[in-house]
């Protein structure tokens, strides 16, 4: 009988232990969340409670496992296997609390500062420290597991001492991946891109989505994905639309006919931009920046605060800017001049073949 009651209770038992002690820091948790409202620091550590209660777990049966009497026949692999799950889930632990700190670090320095800019390029360096962190817990967690095993323990002499030839060879075979990690570094910290930012690589436009170590999202304006290695944004240039100032300038083109109404559509387009939310007010200008034979190119420039809203401005002053034209001046629009054909002159005898005279209206087939 004793040998059913013993594992039961230390296996039940410790598994309502960990229920009662998770639930208990659950509740400190919520009431905590509910008191101070301005930080969301405690609602992310709610979300660490299943490492949390994994920790406390496998502690519990790590220390008492022992005391139940079972399977002794396995009990150090047993053991070492509950090892390594203290192991694993301890840093599960580790990250979810470090990750619950750097948000919530971020989240009142964005409330602080309004500076959009500012906050983008904080938030990028705050992403890839948490990779950093991450790749750092992670790395000592392999470690430590591996060295629960004896075998590990005996080969590490051999391992440290083999670690310069072992370095050299990663380093030579793992050229491009440093070289994009050191230039995800450069990127986060040297504020050349941020998440948010809108560029222009390739000739696509889109938005900076994720910056890792070795690679960065761009989502385009039909919601595709470029994924490039970061190293490219140190190497190669680019256009970054939000660095400094998000106030853009914007050209829109039209070929017109040459008797087209300048005076006019500098009214029009005075009147389409007061009409425009998206305008900023800063300047409009029209202008006449070339002509062909048969066509004049007509420029119009606006300004808007940012990427957004310039592509609003530009398609708005096009097409009010057609359509009016097509209503109130149709001739002002490009057209084909045709015209009936003027023959050469040329010189056809005289009756009495002693002279030439000129001929333009008739064929050479004619009078003779």
Avoid at 11 to 20: I, S
Avoid at 46 to 57: E, N, S
Avoid at 225 to 236: D, H, L, N, Q, W
Wanted: hydrophobic share 45%.
């Amino acid at each position: 009988m004793e040998n059913v009651l013993r594992p039961l209770i230390v296996l039940g038992g410790t598994v309502l232990l960990t229920l009662a002690i998770g639930w208990g820091t659950d509740r400190l948790l919520c009431k905590a969340d509910e008191r101070d409202h301005d930080t969301p620091l405690w609602g992310l550590l709610r979300r660490a409670r299943i490492p949390y209660q994994l920790v406390l777990c496998a502690a519990l049966l790590r220390g008492s496992y022992d005391q139940a009497k079972l399977v002794e026949r396995h009990q150090v692999g047993i053991g070492r296997a509950l090892t390594l799950v203290l192991i694993g889930s301890a840093a599960w632990l580790v990250i979810r609390i470090a990750a619950a700190i750097v948000e919530t670090t971020y989240t009142r320095y964005a409330r602080i500062h309004r500076d959009a800019a500012r906050v983008r390029r904080v938030r990028t360096q705050v992403e890839l420290i948490m990779r950093v962190v991450s790749a750092i817990v992670i790395v000592v967690a392999v470690s430590s597991m591996l060295l629960t095993f004896p075998a590990m323990r005996a080969a590490g002499a051999s391992l440290l001492a083999s670690a310069g030839i072992i370095a050299a060879i990663a380093g030579v075979a793992a050229q491009s991946t440093l070289s994009n990690m050191f230039a995800g570094l450069q990127i986060a910290f040297g504020d050349m891109v941020r998440i948010g930012d809108t560029v222009v690589v390739d000739g696509e436009w889109g938005t900076v989505e994720e910056i890792t170590l070795t690679f960065l999202t761009v989502r385009t304006w039909d919601e595709r994905r470029i994924t490039m290695p970061v190293s490219y944004f140190t190497s190669k240039p680019f256009e970054n639309w939000s660095r400094g100032t998000p106030q853009m300038t914007g050209i829109i083109y039209w070929h017109l006919d040459h008797s087209a109404p300048l005076e006019a559509m500098r009214e029009k387009l005075r009147d389409i931009l007061r009409g425009c939310p998206a305008w900023d007010g800063r300047a409009c200008n029209l202008q006449v920046t070339d002509t062909t034979p048969n066509t004049i190119q007509v420029r119009a420039l606006v300004t808007a605060k940012d990427a957004d809203d310039i592509w609003t401005v530009r398609i708005t002053v096009r097409e009010q800017m057609i359509a009016w034209l097509s209503a109130e001046h149709p001739y002002a629009l490009p057209r084909v001049n045709t015209a009936d054909a003027v023959l050469p002159p040329y010189r056809v005898p005289s009756p009495d073949g002693a002279s030439l005279r000129r001929a333009y209206d008739f064929p050479r087939t004619g009078r003779g």
